[in-house]
């Protein structure tokens, strides 16, 4: 039987084919101060048991690369802080290995949600 008010099926296909097609959910990155990070190298990280944090891992000088090709991408950790390193060369003319860690931003705009990482968060760190 047939409903009387019912559309055709094929007046749903666009929607369907719209929301297929639509680009994966993506997230903005926010300081803890609520002004957003509009350089595109802050990704958010993998969910590591609720974080939402986001570090600078879109960076095309690899984890690791020289200094001397600009910032390098860093990693996420499960902390929630950002690992980054970088290959220098020291006062005494040696490469070395360089790690450090920053908190950087996170998607939750105003910080609250329990998935900010809030070390150096405030006006004290
Ligand atoms: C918020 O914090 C970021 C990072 O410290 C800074 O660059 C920005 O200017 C701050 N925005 C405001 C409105 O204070
Ligand atoms: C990664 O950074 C490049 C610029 O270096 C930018 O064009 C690209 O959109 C960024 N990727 C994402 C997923 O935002
Ligand atoms: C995830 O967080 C909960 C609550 O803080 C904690 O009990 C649990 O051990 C965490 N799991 C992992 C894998 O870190």
Not at 53 to 75: E, H, L, V
Not at 78 to 99: A, R, Y
């Given at each position: 039987m047939k409903r009387p008010n019912a559309e055709p099926p094929y007046l749903y296909l666009p929607i369907i084919l719209s929301i297929l097609l639509a680009p994966p959910a993506f997230s903005e990155c926010y300081y803890p101060n609520g002004t957003i990070e509009t350089n595109p190298a802050y990704?958010?990280?993998?969910?590591?048991?609720?974080?939402?944090?986001?570090?600078?891992?879109n960076r095309s000088n690899p984890f690791g690369g020289a200094d001397t090709n600009g910032w390098t991408a860093n990693k996420c950790l499960p902390n929630g802080l950002c690992l980054d390193g970088f290959t220098t060369i020291n006062t005494h003319g040696e490469k070395v290995q360089v790690q450090q860690y920053w908190r950087d931003t996170c998607t939750s705009q105003n910080w609250d949600d329990g998935g900010c990482l809030k070390?150096?968060?405030g006006s004290v760190c």
């Amino acid at each position: 039987m047939k409903r009387p008010n019912a559309e055709p099926p094929y007046l749903y296909l666009p929607i369907i084919l719209s929301i297929l097609l639509a680009p994966p959910a993506f997230s903005e990155c926010y300081y803890p101060n609520g002004t957003i990070e509009t350089n595109p190298a802050y990704q958010q990280c993998p969910d590591f048991n609720g974080t939402r944090m986001c570090c600078a891992t879109n960076r095309s000088n690899p984890f690791g690369g020289a200094d001397t090709n600009g910032w390098t991408a860093n990693k996420c950790l499960p902390n929630g802080l950002c690992l980054d390193g970088f290959t220098t060369i020291n006062t005494h003319g040696e490469k070395v290995q360089v790690q450090q860690y920053w908190r950087d931003t996170c998607t939750s705009q105003n910080w609250d949600d329990g998935g900010c990482l809030k070390a150096c968060a405030g006006s004290v760190c």
